[in-house]
Each structure stands twice: as C-alpha cells, then as structure tokens.
C-alpha cells in the first residue's frame, strides 16, 4: 500500500506541475482560443444554411447540432494532441534515460501530459460555452422525462465532465500506443494522420446518426465515437439510459486502450535493452 501511494502521489505531482506550467504561461492558450472560436462560428454558418429548408436532421435541431459542435471539438483542441510530443521524445533517446526511473513510464506520462491537457480542456470548454449561449441564447434544453431543475442539470453537467475526461484518457493511450510505433519505424507520423482522420469523420464533425445506417452500425464499435460523439451527445440529447450506456463503452475502450498502450510500450522497450540501452 506504501509504494502504491508514493506512485499515486508521483503521478499527482506531474499532473499538478503540468497545470500550473499550462497556466502560467497563459499566452499559449490564444492559439487554440481563436481558432477553436473561428471553427464553432464557421461551422454555425455551415449548420444554418444546412437547416434553411428543414427543421431537423436525423433528430437534430440546428441548435443541437452546433452545440454538438462546441462539445464535440473539445477533446480535441484541449486533449488531442499527445502523440507528437511523444513520439518526438522516444525518437530523441529520452526514453532510454526514464526507463530507470521508479515508475511506471506509461502512467507517468499519462498523469503528465493529461494533467496539462486538462487545463487546455477547462479553457476551450468556458470559451465554447460563452460563444454558444450567445449564438444559440442557451443551452439545450432538457427532455422533461429525464427530470427538471438543478439536480437534473447538475446530474447532465456531472456526466458530460466524466464522458470528457474519460475521451482524453481514451485519446491518450490510443496515441500513446501510435507513438510508441517509433521503436520500429522512424516515420510513423501517418498513423496519427489516419487517427486524426477518422476521429473527425467518426463522431467529431458530425453526430454519428448522420452517416448512412451501414457505416454508422460498423463506426459504433471501433473506439472513435468515444472520443467526441459520447460527451457531445450526453449533452445535447441527454438521458440517464444513453449517457449510461455510452459512458459504460468509453470505459471499456480505456481500458483496452491502456492494456495496449502497457503492451506496446513493453514489447517495445525490450529492443532498447537488447540494443545496450
């Protein structure tokens, strides 16, 4: 239990540090502001001459769709950009230097560089919802069926903040595991370029329900609807059974995602050790 704690305390300080590092150089976070902000605007713009003629979309009023816009690009501007930073490390021998180091070299990492994200996160999501309340006039609106008043809104804003943490975490281990890819090949950017790919086709541009039924039933059991589509519709069109069941699947994607990431790293750590180090 003591070496449990000292490694929790470990990973509890590199997320802490990460934060206040992300927040003290507060300059860094007007990149991402603008241009998240110009996304939301343009893709409002997009939505409103797609709704010109028509109320509703696969059960999606162009409110819904532009917040599910905002919700849906959080995870990616604030918590979808591990892989270069790690794949740079390994390929620069950084890693042959940790791998001595008393912890687990996964979960360090994850607790680092997550923990910074988080503050990446908190900042794109406040600007999100500033801009949609004021493009939109308010949140949507919850289905009188799932309750009314505070505790339900409170119980919706509860779930979402969960689904997005466990999208990050989902999104770094998936990352961790395409960085990790560097112990055998040198090049391996294009594997992030397919990540990136089909995580913005799969759940973050669009709702999953707008793809033909063929590809949406196959898109449904890869892990990328988790990364965006989960926490943007726990919002936009809440329910206890639905958020319950797409927060039940982010969890077994993280936890498939970090047994691979452990897995990769292990196997790929050897050839380190097989190489002298």
Same mark, same amino acid.
């Given at each position: 239990?003591?070496?449990?704690?000292?490694r929790f305390?470990?990973y509890?300080i590199a997320a802490?540090t990460a934060?206040?590092?992300?927040?003290?150089y507060?300059?860094n976070?007007?990149?991402?502001?603008?241009?998240?902000?110009l996304? @939301?605007?343009?893709?409002?713009r =997009?939505? *409103?001459?797609?709704? +010109?003629r028509q !109320?509703?979309? %696969?059960?999606?009023t162009m409110?819904m769709?532009?917040?599910?816009?905002?919700?849906?690009e959080?995870?990616?501007f604030?918590?979808?950009r591990?892989f270069?930073?790690l794949?740079?490390?390994?390929?620069?021998g950084?890693?042959?230097y940790?791998?001595?180091?008393?912890y687990?070299?996964v979960?360090?990492?994850?607790?680092?560089?997550f923990?910074g994200?988080?503050?990446?996160?908190?900042?794109i999501?406040?600007?999100?919802?500033v801009?949609? @309340?004021?493009l939109?006039?308010? =949140?949507? *609106?919850?289905?009188p +069926?799932?309750? !009314?008043g505070? %505790?339900?809104?409170?119980?919706?804003a509860?779930?979402l903040?969960?689904?997005?943490?466990l999208?990050?975490s989902?999104g770094?281990?998936?990352?961790f595991s395409?960085?990790?890819?560097a112990f055998w090949?040198?090049?391996?950017?294009?594997f992030?370029?397919?990540?990136?790919k089909?995580?913005?086709v799969?759940g973050?541009?669009?709702?999953?329900?707008f793809?033909?039924?063929?590809?949406?039933?196959?898109?449904?059991?890869?892990?990328?609807?988790?990364?965006?589509?989960?926490?943007?519709?726990?919002?936009?069109?809440?329910?206890?059974?639905?958020a319950?069941?797409?927060i039940t699947?982010q969890?077994?994607?993280?936890?498939?995602?970090a047994?691979?990431?452990?897995?990769v790293?292990?196997?790929?750590?050897?050839r380190?050790?097989m190489?002298?180090?």
């Amino acid at each position: 239990m003591t070496r449990l704690k000292a490694r929790f305390r470990c990973y509890s300080i590199a997320a802490s540090t990460a934060i206040r590092e992300r927040l003290t150089y507060a300059g860094n976070f007007h990149g991402a502001m603008l241009t998240y902000g110009l996304f @939301v605007f343009i893709f409002s713009r =997009v939505w *409103a001459g797609a709704y +010109a003629r028509q !109320s509703t979309i %696969a059960g999606y009023t162009m409110a819904m769709a532009v917040w599910y816009f905002i919700i849906a690009e959080v995870p990616s501007f604030g918590m979808g950009r591990f892989f270069i930073s790690l794949s740079q490390d390994l390929k620069s021998g950084q890693v042959a230097y940790q791998l001595s180091r008393p912890y687990d070299f996964v979960y360090y990492h994850y607790a680092e560089r997550f923990g910074g994200s988080l503050a990446d996160a908190g900042v794109i999501m406040v600007e999100g919802l500033v801009i949609g @309340v004021l493009l939109l006039g308010g =949140v949507p *609106a919850l289905d009188p +069926a799932q309750g !009314s008043g505070l %505790a339900a809104e409170a119980g919706r804003a509860a779930l979402l903040v969960l689904s997005l943490l466990l999208a990050g975490s989902l999104g770094f281990f998936l990352q961790f595991s395409l960085a990790m890819t560097a112990f055998w090949l040198e090049e391996n950017e294009a594997f992030f370029w397919i990540y990136q790919k089909l995580m913005l086709v799969i759940g973050t541009l669009i709702p999953i329900e707008f793809l033909p039924a063929p590809v949406a039933a196959i898109a449904i059991w890869t892990p990328f609807p988790y990364l965006s589509y989960a926490p943007a519709r726990i919002f936009v069109a809440f329910s206890w059974a639905e958020a319950g069941s797409l927060i039940t699947r982010q969890l077994i994607w993280w936890a498939i995602a970090a047994t691979l990431a452990k897995a990769v790293f292990a196997r790929g750590s050897r050839r380190i050790a097989m190489n002298g180090g």
